[in-house]
């Protein structure tokens, strides 16, 4: 049985940096890639960034460009969401979510395992 689990999540002023983890289980994880995502208040979700399995390829939502990093360590079935120069529109419920496939997408029907989330909400 797959689980993810998300950790980092907190209260940050604009301008500052959070780190997500997502610490995976139940298969091979660097079989597949693995994306974040996230939902704010009456918003739908989107997507955030992609990586490949073989950390090889990522691929970022617009929000996320320039600004956030995606990153994984296959060793440890963790990946990371590294958030810099964070805007209070960045507040939102970040999940991170698994594929069946080593290729990095930005599609959510793809992702067929999903974390609960962790909130993340920046302060003006």
């Known amino acids: 049985q797959v689980q993810l689990v998300e950790s980092g999540g907190g209260l940050v002023q604009a301008g500052g940096s959070l780190r997500l983890s997502c610490a995976a289980s139940?298969?091979?994880?660097?079989?597949?890639?693995m994306g974040w995502f996230r939902q704010a208040p009456g918003k739908e979700r989107e997507v955030v960034a992609s990586i490949s399995g073989s950390a090889g390829s990522t691929s970022y939502g617009d929000s996320a460009k320039g600004r956030f990093t995606i990153s994984r360590d296959n060793a440890k079935n963790t990946v990371y969401l590294h958030m810099n120069s964070l805007k209070p529109e960045d507040t939102a419920v970040y999940y991170c979510?698994?594929?069946?496939?080593?290729?990095?997408?930005?599609?959510?029907?793809?992702?067929?395992?999903w974390g609960q989330g962790t909130q993340v909400t920046v302060s003006s």
């Open positions: 979510a698994q594929t069946n496939s080593q290729l990095s997408t930005r599609i959510q029907s793809l992702y067929v395992y």
């Open positions: 139940g298969r091979t994880f660097s079989s597949y890639a």
